[in-house]
């Protein structure tokens, strides 16, 4: 008989993970190894360890290099994951980057940047991604990784909260169009977590302060709290759950 906690298992599915080299990436592409699935590490930056652990835990993994801010560099991306593994059937959208100054002086070069990784790759690894699953008639699993400023203003970066506020859009837009096919598209939105891009923001510790306390949970989060919410939006537990953003942030929006 089937169980529950089966359902959760990614057992003989390929999972592409962008970012996957460090942090929250790499923190969600070892949960679904653990869960069972094979990986394919995806990040301008070695994954060499994170394919080393995924391996250890007794999965087939293999690092592929890529700047997705370079559209012409995508459609090879899900090729060569395809080509190593066969098949893919989770993507889970994790690049990202940020930059920050004011408004009134923020650069056409940062906001193209960050538009680029943030928002751009994921719609066009997405459709990538989409075209291989429905050829090959496999059901599939979209995750995109949102943010508190896809439901906030946020102050000093405003293409970041640009692109976090249209992943949020575009998640719905590819939930709406892709279940009738078999595939779930829906996102996570992390809180306030401790990673390269809140150094900043750890570093001063009259914002940290403030941040902190405005966390029912009184922590900064880490890639861990990531971990169940990922596999179960990647797994059959979650066949009828589409276009969704799940926050995982210590409560920060209840506040």
């Known amino acids: ?26 923190g969600m592409a070892l949960a ?49 994951a395809k080509a190593r593994f066969g098949h893919v059937d989770i993507l889970v959208n994790c690049a990202g980057i940020i930059r920050r100054a004011g408004f009134a002086e923020f650069s056409e070069k940062d906001w193209d940047d960050v538009m680029a990784i943030n928002i751009d790759a994921v719609f066009f690894l997405s459709q990538c991604f989409v075209r291989e ?21 946020g102050i000093r970066v405003p293409s970041y909260t640009a692109s976090k506020s249209a992943v949020q859009g575009l998640t719905r837009l590819l939930a709406n169009e892709l279940a009738g096919k078999g595939i779930n598209a829906n996102a996570i939105a992390p809180g306030y977590m401790a990673t390269d891009n809140t150094a900043p923001l ?37 066949d009828y759950v589409n276009g969704y953003t799940l926050a995982v942030d210590g409560g920060w929006l209840a506040r």
């Open 32 to 80: 679904l190894a653990e869960a069972g699935a094979d990986l394919a590490a995806v990040d301008i930056l070695p994954a060499d360890e994170t394919v080393q652990q995924a391996r250890a835990l007794g999965r087939q993994a293999a690092a592929f290099a890529a700047n997705l801010g370079d559209r012409a560099a995508i459609p090879g991306v899900v090729a060569a």
């Open 202 to 238: 750890r570093a001063d510790a009259a914002r940290s302060q403030a941040i902190l306390d405005r966390i029912p949970a009184g922590r900064w989060g880490t890639p861990d709290d990531l971990k169940g919410a990922v596999v179960f939006l990647a797994s059959a537990a979650s």
């Open 1 to 26: 008989m089937t169980t529950i906690l089966d359902r959760f298992r990614l057992d003989g599915k390929v999972a592409l993970v962008t970012g996957a080299a460090r942090g929250l990436g790499q």
């Open 133 to 153: 699953v429905v050829a090959a008639g496999r059901p599939g699993k979209i995750i995109n990784i949102a943010s508190m400023l896809s439901f906030q203003g």
